[in-house]
């Protein structure tokens, strides 16, 4: 796909992005977080040459987002271990 390309067009069914796009992504969350400070979010991104991975991004209301760039494979790992972290801090 090309920007030229109008989003129904796109060959990818899952994206989610609105208007011309060369980044394909599917918003899998959007998370409100420590006492409603942070803004956390969640995407599977893939561009039109590249592979499909994981975006992580965090934010406030004062500072610019910071974007971690995942594989699956590394995704998944986290995603592990703050699953291993919730449930030691909930004993």
Known sequence: MTT?????ECALKWCNEAGEH???????LSLIAWH????????????????LHVELTATTRWSAPATVTLQPDEAEAVG????????????
């Open 22 to 28: 060369r980044t394909h992504r599917q918003y899998v």
């Open 80 to 91: 592990q271990a703050l699953i291993e972290a919730a449930t030691r801090a909930t004993r």
């Open 36 to 51: 409603r400070t942070w803004l956390v979010g969640i995407n599977v991104v893939q561009t039109d040459d590249g592979p």
């Open 4 to 8: 030229t390309t109008p989003p129904q």
